[in-house]
């Protein structure tokens, strides 16, 4: 459902950019680019699966890795999923949650480095280090 623009009444800017209606894209295949990109909109893609590693391989089989949301009654599944997944971010039972102490980045093609957390501090250094002798005597080597 979706995939197309929204009523010009709803959206002022529907007819002048890129606008479309949240979409869901079922049974996706994974050769689908819906299923292999990064899709930044409001656009979900559902691929079906009968077991649990069939899931993790549909997960860890894109060159991206940002984020990952788990849904699941069972919290020993969701540690032992997330363990498995090559994502930079989880969720579990909730999407898109972020504490600005937690690190933010993601695997593979999904960035650089991470934002957020001590780990973003050391994005952002370059650790050096510097001897200075500052005495007369002779140094006996």
Not at 102 to 119: A, C, D, Q, Y
Request: charged share 25%.
């Amino acid at each position: 459902c979706g995939a197309q623009r929204p009523d010009s009444q709803r959206c002022s800017l529907a007819d002048v950019g890129h606008f479309y209606e949240p979409t869901v894209l079922a049974s996706v295949s994974r050769d689908n680019p819906a299923f292999t990109e990064e899709i930044f909109g409001p656009v979900v893609s559902i691929t079906e699966f009968d077991h649990e590693d069939d899931a993790i391989a549909l997960a860890n089989c894109s060159q991206y890795g940002l984020g990952a949301g788990i849904w699941t009654e069972d919290v020993r599944r969701a540690h032992r999923v997330s363990k498995k997944l090559r994502s930079g971010l989880m969720w579990v039972n909730c999407h898109h949650r972020n504490d600005p102490s937690s690190p933010w980045g993601g695997f593979g093609h999904s960035g650089i480095g991470r934002e957020n957390g001590p780990e973003a501090f050391e994005e952002y250094t370059t650790t050096k280090s510097l001897t200075l002798r500052t005495s007369d005597v002779r140094e006996n080597w």
